[in-house]
């Protein structure tokens, strides 16, 4: 017998918020995670907020993110939660519901610091997305869609980073470039020669690290705007192409998010 707790009382404060355009091509629409519930919220006539589709997920949810394949109309959106999966969900307006477009697993479940699920960020063009967790591992998924116009996700490319700990990770705006993601990130490996805390905010500057999918995995194809696998090295670790960082002050990691942060990059 396996049992699972509901609460008589429904969660109410909201950790995750993404805008897109999820049931339709002009519609401005919200969706909200309050814990373990997911909902999709529309602004009415009236001015008001009304809530469109509120679901439970039986699990935490803990990163969200939106993304639109290039040429499409709608939104898809992106998952990060407690499972060790990363979950693509699409809405379906006539059955009123979040369909489960894609689930792939890559740990164990549970909110662990090394288990992928804390930060989600997806491409601007809709070609790749990251999900990371708070210390050392991330994945990359390439996204496409295939001949019926159905959406296509790759196997995971390893962008790991031992000693580090993440503080916020976002995707930068690089045109029809390679995809490039950035991440905050403290280096701990020294922590054991340092006696307190204290010592280690004195000794480590955050870093600014920047990762890129390579040539030989990411190919725009201009003229069906698709993506191109090579299969072949699929599996090849993001550090081995392009990997640098930029040393951050104290105040830019405190004071400013990642997302206000404008960098510009280009792949050597």
């Not at 803990?62 to 699409?90: C, E, H, N």
């Not at 959406?151 to 995809?179: Q, R, W, Y």
């Not at 640098?244 to 105040?251: A, C, E, H, K, T």
């Amino acid at each position: 017998m396996f049992l699972y707790n509901l609460t008589l009382s429904r969660p109410s404060g909201i950790q995750c918020a993404i805008y897109g355009n999820f049931s339709a091509p002009k519609a401005q629409e919200v969706v909200v995670s309050r814990g373990r519930i997911l909902e999709l919220i529309r602004p009415g006539d009236n001015g008001r907020l009304q809530i469109i589709l509120s679901t439970d997920v039986f699990g935490c949810i803990r990163s969200l993110a939106t993304f639109r394949l290039t040429g499409a109309q709608r939104d898809y959106i992106i998952v990060g939660s407690d499972s060790g999966r990363i979950v693509i969900l699409d809405y379906n307006k006539d059955k009123n519901q979040f369909v489960k477009v894609h689930q792939e697993t890559f740990g164990r479940s549970g909110c662990r610091r090394i288990v992928p699920g804390q930060y989600v960020a997806a491409d601007p063009k809709g070609r790749a997305c990251i999900i990371g967790a708070a210390e050392k591992q991330k994945f990359v998924y390439v996204l496409n869609r295939d001949s019926a116009a159905n959406l296509t996700i790759s196997s995971p490319l390893e962008a790991h980073k031992s000693h580090n700990i993440v503080f916020s990770m976002c995707a930068l705006d690089c045109g029809f470039d390679n995809p490039i993601f950035a991440a905050i990130e403290l280096d701990y490996s020294d922590a054991d020669q340092v006696s307190s805390i204290c010592s280690i905010g004195r000794c480590q500057a955050p870093y600014l690290h920047l990762w890129c999918v390579p040539d030989g995995i990411f190919q725009q194809n201009e003229q069906s705007q698709q993506v191109v696998l090579a299969t072949s090295r699929e599996q090849q670790s993001l550090h081995s192409t392009f990997s640098f960082s930029y040393i951050l002050s104290s105040s830019l990691l405190f004071d400013q998010k990642l997302s206000t942060l404008h960098c510009i990059a280009r792949c050597s």
